[in-house]
C-alpha cells in the first residue's frame, strides 16, 4: 500500500503517504492505524509515523477512539462539515474582496484562472491542485481580513489536493474553472453580492463532486473485496471436487 521513503524529511513524508492512502480510499473509514505495522511497511521508525497520526488526529482524518485507538474518520462526514464552514468562510473573503482589493490584486487573481483553464488538460495533478489553492488563497488574501485568512488556511488542507486530482474528470475539472472564472469576473465588477453567492454555489458543487468520488472509491473498493471472495469461493469448490 505505502512506497519506501527516503531519510530526509521523515514525518512529512509519512504523513503525506498516510494522507493519500486516507483521501483515495486505500484506508477505509473505521480502519485501524497500528504505528508498528506502518513503520515496518514504510522503512522507519514508530516515531514519524506517531506524529504524522497526530497531524491527522488535528485536523480530522483520523479519529481517536476509546483506549487511545486510533482509525480512519469517515472522510464523507468530516468533508461535508468542513465544507459548510468553508462556504461561510470564503462566502465573506470574497465579499471583502470585491470591496478592498486592489486593482492589480484582481488582474492576479483573473491571470490564475486563465492559467487554470490552460491547464485543465495537463496531466499534471500537483500544477491543477496548486493552482486551485493559489486562487482560494489569492481571494482570501486579497479580502484584507488577517484574521479570516488565518482560520481559511487551516481549511486548505480540505480544498482540492493533488490526491483527489486523479479522481477528477476533465469535465468536472473544466467546470469549476470555469465556476472559478466567473468568480472573477464578479470580483472585477465589484459585485460583492454575486461574488459570494456564486463562491457558496461553487463550493457546494466541490463538495458533491468529492462526495462522488468517495462513493465511488467506496463501491470499487467493495467490488474487489466481493470479487475476491467469488475467486476465493471458486477455488474452495474446485479444491472440494478434487477432494472428493
Request: charge should be neutral; hydrophobic fraction near 40%.
Amino acid at each position: 500500500m505505502f512506497a519506501k521513503i527516503s531519510q530526509k524529511g521523515v514525518t512529512p513524508q509519512v504523513y503525506k503517504q498516510l494522507r493519500k492512502a486516507i483521501l483515495r480510499g486505500k484506508l477505509a473509514a473505521g480502519s485501524r492505524l497500528i504505528e508498528s505495522r506502518i513503520a515496518k511497511d514504510l522503512g522507519v521508525s514508530r516515531t514519524p509515523v506517531r506524529e504524522a497520526i497526530s497531524r491527522l488526529v488535528a485536523q480530522g482524518i483520523v479519529k481517536e477512539i476509546e483506549g487511545g485507538v486510533r482509525v480512519v474518520a469517515d472522510m464523507e462526514i468530516e468533508i461535508k462539515d468542513v465544507f459548510a464552514i468553508r462556504q461561510l468562510l470564503e462566502g465573506y473573503a470574497v465579499r471583502l474582496a470585491a470591496e478592498n482589493a486592489s486593482q492589480e490584486e484582481l488582474s492576479e487573481i483573473d491571470q490564475v484562472c486563465e492559467a487554470s483553464m490552460r491547464a485543465v488538460d495537463s496531466t499534471s495533478t500537483a500544477e491543477r491542485a496548486a493552482l486551485n489553492n493559489i486562487f482560494h488563497g489569492a481571494i482570501a488574501k486579497a479580502s484584507r481580513s488577517e484574521r479570516l485568512i488565518k482560520i481559511i488556511k487551516e481549511f486548505y488542507e480540505y480544498s482540492i489536493t493533488e490526491e483527489m486530482m486523479p479522481f477528477y474528470g476533465e469535465e468536472s475539472t473544466r467546470e469549476h474553472v470555469e465556476q472559478h472564472r466567473n468568480i472573477a469576473r464578479a470580483l472585477m465588477a465589484r459585485d460583492s453580492d454575486k461574488a459570494e453567492v456564486m463562491m457558496k454555489n461553487h463550493l457546494g458543487q466541490v463538495l458533491e463532486t468529492i462526495k462522488s468520488t468517495i462513493s465511488e472509491v467506496r463501491n470499487e473498493i467493495f467490488s474487489n473485496v466481493e470479487v475476491e471472495a467469488i475467486e476465493v469461493s471458486k477455488v474452495k469448490k474446485i479444491v472440494s471436487n478434487y477432494s472428493n
